[in-house]
């Protein structure tokens, strides 16, 4: 064989070659480009759910040693609470102390329109009691309910 074939057939195949490897490089860069972008959204999703479960995780967190600092905050929850009924003119009504000191003062139904006390002691004391459950409980304020009343079986 010639050299000058040979030569001419090496520099056919080098150009072949490099075509190819052309081609090659073209489909690479656009799979590399489609994968970029892949990546690119798959590290965007990571980071967006990252985020959520950070969100999320402080949120609980948070709820929970709020719920724990109201327990502990509570002056009510070991104070000396006492409970005074009276006769009003209309009825009963009740006193609630804390410490001593006069907390809540209630000579009529708190549930009910108008200023008519309760029919009878009992009753005043029935709802003092729970007044100062819900006020031990950091119940605040805590209102009565006609619920309550009906639980309680006290008459309008």
């Keep these: 064989m010639h050299p000058g074939n040979i030569v001419s057939k090496i520099a056919r195949i080098n150009l072949q070659f490099i075509v190819v490897l052309r081609i090659k490089w ?63 003119e209309s009825g009963w009504g009740y006193d609630i102390y804390s410490n001593g000191k006069l907390l809540i003062h209630q000579p009529s139904i708190p549930a009910l329109p108008g200023n008519n006390g309760f029919k009878i002691e009992a009753d005043a004391q029935k709802v003092a009691k729970l007044i100062v459950n ?20 006290i008459e309008k």
């Design 26 to 88: 073209s489909i690479i860069k656009s799979m590399a480009k489609k994968q970029k972008i892949l990546t690119k959204t798959i590290i965007r999703v990571i980071i967006i759910v990252a985020i959520v479960l950070s969100l999320v995780l402080f949120l609980l967190i948070k709820a929970q040693s709020k719920e724990h600092i109201s327990i502990s905050k509570n002056p009510y929850l070991n104070a000396d609470i006492q409970l005074k009924t009276y006769k009003t």
């Design 134 to 153: 819900k006020i031990k409980r950091k119940i605040m304020p805590p209102t009565l309910t006609l619920e309550d009343l009906k639980i309680l079986g």
